[in-house]
C-alpha cells in the first residue's frame, strides 16, 4: 500500500503564491507518473500537472500553464507544486495522485492508482 499526503495548503489573495508539498510512503514501487488534481465544489475532479518520474518532463493544464510548476525530490520521495498569481478560480481542495502504468503519463482521474486526502486552497478577490 501506498500513502500519499499532502501539504501546503491555505488562504491567499489573488496574485499571491503557495507551494503544495505530496510526500509518498509505504510499498516501494515505480512511481511513473505523479500528478496534481483540483476539485472545486459542484465540479469534477480536474487534472492540474503531470511530472514523469523517471526523466521529469511535465505537463500542465492550459488554465495553469505559466504559472504553477510541479517539481519532484526523488531523495526525498516528494512532489511539489509552486503555484503563482493565484486567482479566485484555482480555489479547490487539491490533491496528489500516482499513476504505475509505464506506457506514458495520464491525466484522467480514473488513471491514477492512489491518492492523498487532498489539501485545501483558497484564493480571495
Known amino acids: 500500500q501506498v500513502q500519499l499526503v499532502e501539504s501546503g495548503g491555505g488562504s491567499v489573495q489573488a496574485g499571491g503564491s503557495l507551494r503544495l508539498s505530496c510526500v509518498a510512503s509505504?510499498?516501494?514501487?515505480?512511481?511513473?507518473?505523479m500528478g496534481w488534481f483540483r476539485q472545486a465544489p459542484g465540479k469534477e475532479r480536474e487534472w492540474v500537472a503531470i511530472?514523469?518520474?523517471?526523466?521529469?518532463?511535465?505537463y500542465y493544464a492550459d488554465s495553469v500553464k505559466g504559472r504553477f510548476t510541479i517539481s519532484q525530490d526523488n531523495a526525498k520521495n516528494t512532489v511539489y507544486l509552486q503555484m503563482n498569481s493565484l486567482k479566485p478560480e484555482d480555489t479547490a481542495m487539491y490533491y496528489c495522485?500516482?499513476?504505475?502504468?509505464?506506457?506514458?503519463?495520464?491525466?484522467?482521474?480514473?488513471?491514477?492508482?492512489?491518492w492523498g486526502q487532498g489539501t485545501q486552497v483558497t484564493v480571495s478577490s
Open positions: 511530472i514523469y518520474t523517471g526523466g521529469g518532463s511535465t
Open positions: 509505504g510499498s516501494t514501487f515505480t512511481r511513473h507518473c
Open positions: 495522485a500516482a499513476d504505475r502504468w509505464s506506457g506514458g503519463c495520464r491525466i484522467f482521474v480514473t488513471d491514477f492508482d492512489y
